[in-house]
């Protein structure tokens, strides 16, 4: 039970950050990358500074610096929103890698880094923190002013427009903060529960993190429930495989495989309201009508 | 519907122009990267240019990659035809070699052809589940690959291969094995002695000309091509566009399929413990670059395989292989968004073309 807070901490964080880019209108493929990103920066910052709490903020920042590319590409030069995440996962992987080893020397793991506290129960403050964030991003989403300003432009940009709300600009702070909770989420990884950067981070949590946001219906309470249900499956597999001998039987693969294949089947049978938001992936055109 | 392949190629008039100052400028922004983190850049491009071309021995290698990538990059080409942009190369890839793996083992005559057919099949069947939620289900084919990847990765990777379909533990060899080792002669001959080009890259440049053919000379595909162009018009025409759109996922799916079994029946002789490829995720950077046709794809696929048998040789100069991620991640960036070199263009054009009259 206890592992589950932790588990489901980094997916937390990711999973908020693409309900915010995409409640925008703003598809975010690139969750991967910018958790990437942050989970570097957040090791190097706390190495650097001594500090984990700077390094976190680093994280942040560095989630927010690979956000910042996917916001000119699809805003500015209305690149393809899927093709501008792909790329920024791909260069993530090279950059990172290669920032690891230039800066480190290794290709594998960083040095140790100055990790978060934890409390008597082995949590960080950003474990519980993921606990409170969602709740305050749905209070945040569905009852303020600002709140409700980003869900137009994510449903009907244009009659935001009209009503004087500067789609664009708002669509880049939306992913600009995207790629701030997914920064954080990696940085969970690495400063709050690791202690160090490792090269195959975050191993396909920035992907999961899509699918909670998928399987949570775009909402904020949502995703992160699903977050936690995955974090949840994903501690019963290795109870499992601790306890019962399960890795003789290897299905710690099909327990894996458990979240991507409810998140589809889900979606298959169209359980509940899942449709995304109207706008998103479309790219604001002043200029167009619809 | 707005067709997909126009939102991601028309903005350059001129997308094999827009592709290649992509790629130039990639390949100069990471040779500045490699400059200025005080590494010696001349050196680390020349090792990467002579582990791509320099000998009979690299030359094998980048058409080795090169085969895998024009079979992973027409997989994503040919969804975008019908309108899909099929993130799931990996998926079906790895099934596909899984699908090879096992056939590959059965001691029949002809056993190299059907490993490739039954990969195709297993690929191909992994592509259509995605056609089929979009075309039936209405579930975002961008998000159900991506599912579907992790859900192939998972199930073959973390159950079936350690699992199942293990080989009998023999001493040496017990967390590597992978399955069961394939026939002799299922392997991919070798074409040239001293190198390791084999049967796959010819056969991977015969399905290249055949795809454009069935897309440009067969009523199916045009067919596809309209109904990527816009399905409810197609669909008006008396064109099945659902039909259409799950047997463009299925052959994209096949493709893909076929690419694993490259790797399999030429490299690596059976299904490894550990197979960690990418190839199905740089198709998508390979369909990219290359515009979204047969022969592009063939080309962009040699310049990236080109990439990564010659990143191999970077270590020499103390850089990690996966530095060609990153030149390749720059030139999907750049082409994503022709309209950064839009101005360049057409001021070059300004000069060099006279002005056409109306």
Redesign the interface.
Same mark, same amino acid.
């Given at each position: 039970m206890n592992l589950v807070l932790d588990f489901a901490a980094p997916l937390v964080f990711a999973a908020l950050g693409g309900v915010l880019s995409e409640r925008a209108g703003v598809?975010n493929?690139g969750l991967e990358g910018m958790m990437r990103f942050g989970a570097f920066g957040a090791a190097a910052g706390s190495i650097a500074s001594g500090s984990p709490w700077i390094g976190l903020a680093c994280g942040g920042l560095a989630g927010a610096a690979a956000a910042g590319?996917h916001a000119l590409?699809s805003l500015r030069?209305?690149?393809?929103q899927?093709?501008?995440g792909?790329?920024?996962?791909?260069?993530?992987?090279?950059?990172v890698?290669?920032?690891?080893?230039?800066i480190f020397g290794s290709?594998g793991v960083s040095p140790p880094a100055p990790a978060l506290p934890r409390d008597r129960f082995g949590h960080s403050a950003l474990a519980y923190a993921a606990l409170v964030v969602p709740v305050i991003f749905h209070l945040w989403l569905s009852g303020t002013p600002a709140g409700l300003r980003v869900r137009a432009v994510g449903e009907h940009p244009h009659a935001a427009a009209t009503l004087g709300v500067r789609v664009l600009p708002l669509r880049a702070a939306c992913v600009l903060g995207s790629g701030v909770l997914a920064g954080i989420g990696g940085a969970t990884l690495s400063v709050g529960i690791l202690g160090q950067f490792d090269a195959r981070m975050p191993a396909?949590q920035g992907?999961?993190a899509?699918?909670a946001v998928?399987f949570g219906k775009w909402t904020p309470l949502g995703a992160a429930g699903a977050a936690f249900f995955f974090a949840a499956a994903d501690a019963v597999q290795r109870h499992l495989s601790l306890t019962l001998h399960a890795a003789d039987?290897? #299905?710690?693969? +099909?327990f =894996?495989?458990l979240p991507?294949?409810l998140? #589809?089947v889900v +979606?298959? =049978?169209?359980i509940g309201r899942t449709r995304?938001p109207a706008a998103d992936g479309v790219p604001y055109d002043p200029e167009g009508r619809t | 519907m707005p067709d997909l392949r126009a939102r991601l190629f028309t903005p350059a008039r001129d997308p094999s122009w827009g592709a290649a100052a992509a790629l130039l400028a990639s390949f100069v922004v990471s040779f500045v990267a490699m400059a200025v983190t005080g590494r010696d850049a001349v050196a680390g491009f020349g090792h990467l240019f002579s582990g791509a071309f320099g000998g009979p021995g690299p030359l094998g290698e980048t058409a080795l990659k090169a085969s895998i990538l024009i079979l992973t990059g027409l997989s994503v080409a040919v969804a975008l035809i019908v309108g899909l942009f099929n993130i799931g190369a990996e998926g079906q890839l790895i099934w596909g070699a899984l699908a090879a793996a096992m056939v590959g083992r059965l001691d029949v005559p002809g056993v190299m052809p059907l490993a490739l057919m039954g990969a195709a099949v297993a690929g191909g069947l992994w592509g259509l589940i995605a056609g089929w939620l979009k075309v039936h289900r209405g579930v975002h084919e961008v998000i159900s690959t991506i599912l579907l990847n992790w859900i192939a990765i998972h199930v073959i990777q973390g159950w079936l291969v350690p699992g199942p379909l293990a080989a009998a533990a023999s001493s040496a060899q017990v967390n590597v094995a992978g399955t069961e080792a394939i026939q002799r002669a299922a392997w991919l001959p070798r074409l040239w002695p001293g190198t390791r080009l084999d049967l796959g890259f010819p056969l991977a440049l015969l399905i290249a000309f055949a795809v454009w053919f069935l897309l440009a000379r067969t009523r199916r595909g045009f067919e596809w091509r309209a109904v990527g162009a816009g399905r409810d018009a197609a669909h008006a025409a008396g064109i099945p566009a659902g039909r259409r759109i799950c047997e463009g996922m299925a052959l994209s799916g096949a493709l893909a399929g076929v690419g694993g079994a490259l790797l399999i029946l030429g490299t690596e002789h059976r299904y490894p413990g550990v197979f960690r490829t990418g190839y199905g995720f740089d198709g998508i950077a390979v369909a990219l670059v290359g515009g979204g046709s047969a022969a592009g794809t063939a080309a962009a696929a040699v310049v990236f395989g080109a990439l990564r048998a010659g990143a191999t040789r970077l270590q020499l100069v103390g850089i990690h292989p996966s530095f060609a991620e990153l030149t390749q991640g720059l030139a999907v960036l750049l082409v994503a968004a022709p309209r950064l070199f839009q101005p360049l263009l057409t001021r070059l054009r300004a000069r060099s073309a006279p002005p056409v009259p109306p």
């Open positions: 598809v493929i590319v590409l030069f209305r690149a393809n899927v093709v501008s792909i790329a920024l996962n791909l260069v993530a992987f090279g950059l890698t290669y920032l690891l080893q230039s290709s396909g992907f999961m899509l699918a998928v039987l290897r #299905l710690d693969g +099909l =894996l495989a991507y294949a998140t #589809l +979606l298959a =049978l169209g995304a | -």
